[in-house]
């Protein structure tokens, strides 16, 4: 072993060689030790942490990796916060996992930790949509919950959200106080595993249909899709856990024309047909936009692995297949959503919409034109959750979502729902059919209205502990040095979520942000240019979100008023070096 390995990181290894570990996992870390220094470095420098997404990382050996240690760990630690929270009630906690390799495994193992401590445990028979876990804990009285999964991210990685009794993610101080707890098990022989198996329940497709029942509750336009109902849809689940569910929510819904990919209805962790899960990318979304194209649909839906993001591609007006991004489809379903509340005589003053920081200013411009209040919150869907918690019995949640493709209507999940995303995007779009329009062409008539917003993320990846260094200094120095204009419009105001302050570069003058803190910087120009700076709380990457905007006078001007936005973008990315 290198003489230069830190002595802290030997020495947690070393524990892994002894006590309760299986032989298989006592092997590999020995092979490391003697093999691998660096890998050794990364699998035991640190604890995995939770972050706006809860505990995430590669699977394999080490305190730094996901494996039935480190998730047994976690579970016991939230088991043990658990009875300190809920002192005098039985217990009972909702378990769900999606197609990942060893997410079944994880998951039992999770639920086995549970029963052993005396909890009432449901877990679902096989995977399930993350959004269904989300809707089981609040449905079954449930103190909390938890599903494996790492969302979007890589076959390398697995992860771990707890929720809490209120069907969302953990928020401050959960969060932290279950890191707490999980710091104090220091030796697996202080999990308990076994016992209590009469305590785990097994919940199954009687489950699924309350919570379609309820998805279909939202419908707001049931005769547009009774008139529209064989128009042609393309959907994958690119292996994932959607594929269970969404196709029978779109029928529920009333379509009767629905496709999928047969290549990618396939539950399978290596996910082999693309080489990112993520229907963010056109990469990903490919085979199902090649099916389209082959049978003329008008529609192509994508989710990812936990099916809690939804990708949506749509035939622009020369009929080619264009992919919106998270903050145009935040944009159309939030004001499909509100035109029909609107049409329908629902609105009376005291409804509500929600946005994360960084997600683009035209839902809020929306919300203004309905008279309906909106709300911006930190990013993680778990602080839109904690907005509709919030305001439970005073104000009316509608709807609300976030650039990173996450959307949620209705107020039963407490996380973005994809199933709803998916059912509610063709009923848009077959209302949008029954108006005359395409989705498309929705969204330019919207664009018409409210202004040509136009938004571009870039995310730089730092990987391992000095990537995480590296991301810190980054950030500090954009405190100590933000950009004086960009793009030549000078930068007016600076807002620094992790001072809770906004800034006005003129005078000096502060003034106080009333949301929690969180290591975000943004700068706003004169013209109205919104740059975001901020790490990521589930991946080693730093992001960078540009959002611009311009009037778009007139349809025929759409290419060329988009090509003027793009050309912003990448002329503020240049001048802060980032590509």
Not at 195 to 213: A, K, P, R
Not at 273 to 280: F, Q
């Amino acid at each position: 072993m290198s003489e230069e390995l830190d002595l802290t990181i030997k020495k947690r290894a070393e524990k892994w060689l002894e006590g309760g570990y299986d032989q298989a996992t006592r092997d590999q870390v020995k092979y490391l030790m003697d093999n691998d220094p660096k890998e050794l470095t990364e699998s035991f420098y640190k604890d995995l942490e939770f972050g706006t997404g809860g505990l995430r990382g590669i699977m394999g050996v080490g305190t730094n990796r996901m494996n039935i240690y480190t998730v047994g760990m976690a579970t016991q630690g939230l088991a043990n916060y658990l009875k300190q929270e809920f002192p005098h009630q039985k217990i009972k906690v909702a378990i769900g996992h999606d197609s990942r390799n060893n997410s079944r495994r994880f998951a039992e193992h999770v639920a086995r930790v549970f029963a052993a401590n005396g909890f009432v445990v449901y877990l679902f028979d096989a995977l399930r949509p993350t959004p269904e876990l989300s809707f089981a804990i609040r449905e079954l009285g449930c103190q909390s919950g938890v599903v494996v999964t790492a969302s979007h991210n890589p076959k390398e990685y697995n992860g771990y959200k707890a929720y809490w009794a209120d069907g969302a993610q953990v928020t401050p101080p959960h969060d932290r106080n279950i890191i707490a707890e999980v710091g104090k098990i220091t030796s697996i022989d202080q999990i308990k595993t076994t016992g209590g198996e009469e305590n785990i329940h097994i919940l199954g497709e009687d489950f699924d249909q309350i919570y379609l029942d309820r998805i279909h509750s939202l419908s707001l336009s049931p005769e547009a899709v009774a008139k529209y109902h064989d128009m042609k849809i393309v959907y994958t689940p690119i292996h994932g856990s959607g594929v269970v569910l969404v196709p029978k929510s779109l029928r529920k819904f009333g379509f009767t024309n629905v496709m999928t990919v047969k290549e990618q209805n396939i539950i399978d962790g290596n996910f082999p047909t693309v080489a990112s899960p993520n229907p963010e990318e056109r990469a990903t979304m490919q085979m199902a936009i090649d099916y389209a194209t082959q049978v003329g649909a008008e529609l192509v839906l994508a989710t990812d692995p936990d099916a809690d993001r939804v990708g949506i591609a749509v035939r622009d007006t020369d009929g080619e297949y264009v992919l919106l991004n998270g903050n145009q489809t935040c944009a159309l379903l939030t004001y499909y959503l509100l035109r029909r509340w609107s049409e329908l005589g629902r609105l009376d003053g005291r409804e509500f919409v929600v946005k994360t920081i960084v997600t683009t200013a035209l839902v809020a411009r929306i919300a203004e034109s309905f008279n309906v209040r909106y709300f911006d919150c930190l990013t993680g869907f778990k602080y839109i959750a904690e907005l509709i918690r919030d305001n439970e019995g005073k104000l009316k949640y509608i709807g609300g979502g976030e650039e990173s493709y996450g959307y949620l209507a209705g107020d039963f999940v407490r996380d973005k729902d994809a199933v709803s995303a998916c059912s509610l995007a063709a009923e848009a779009a077959a209302w949008a059919k029954s108006q005359g329009l395409t989705l498309y062409g929705l969204l330019k008539d919207i664009y018409l209205k409210y202004g040509f917003y136009k938004e571009s993320l870039v995310s730089i990846v730092r990987k391992g502990k000095d990537g995480h260094e590296q991301i810190k200094r980054m950030m500090s120095d954009y405190r100590a040095n933000p950009p004086k204009s960009l793009n030549g419009s000078p930068v007016v105001t600076v807002k620094d979520y992790l001072e809770r302050k906004t800034i006005d570069v003129a005078t000096g003058k502060t003034e106080a942000i009333e949301i929690e803190q969180s290591d975000v910087l943004q700068f706003i120009t004169e013209d109205g240019t919104i740059v975001s700076v901020r790490p990521s709380g589930t991946e080693p990457k730093i992001k960078f979100y540009f959002g611009v905007r311009a009037e778009l006078p007139d349809p025929a001007r759409f290419d060329a008023v988009q090509q003027q936005l793009d050309a912003k973008i990448e002329a503020i990315k240049q001048e802060m070096r980032l590509v």
